[in-house]
């Protein structure tokens, strides 16, 4: 990409002109497949805690099949949700960065609370992996169906945001400057 072209990528479209922001106000859930419906429910409901918000059973226009979706609340609004389907199975993939930077951060209240998350999961032989950002400790670890899962503690600086250079850091990454 040449930089006039990341540059073009950065500056705002004006395709569309409206006075009325339109934007989601929030992630009602994420979802993902499960390969196995009762590890999967045991997992999010006897190692994570949550409480099972729903499940229902249709046929797939998109996939031709039917399926099952069953969703676990992990706070009021805030959900995940995994879909079973005939024939759905794992892919096998290599040890790559892609697999590592799929996930889903759940944060948690305090490092106190963290704390505690790391004897549960030694509790349920869970293994998980720490590693120190520049805001504190997070607890990586894989749910049965190769979801990776965050937990971690949000702080002011990590709740604000970054906001200042992150253009700057953006547009020297798609200049090519490592």
Known sequence: MSPSTSQAVLEPSTAVASSAPVTPVAIDHVAYPSYDAALTHSFYVD???FRLAGAQTGMSRLWGKPYLLVSYQIAPGEA???FNCDGLAPVSHPDTPANQIHHVALRVRD????ERWKSRLTAHDVAFVVERHGDGEHLYLLDPNEVMLELCVATPESAAGQPQGALDTLQRWLDGVR
Not at 111 to 114: F, G, I, R, S
């Open 47 to 49: 190692v994570m805690g």
């Open 111 to 114: 490092p106190e609370a963290l």
């Open 80 to 82: 995940v949700a995994f």
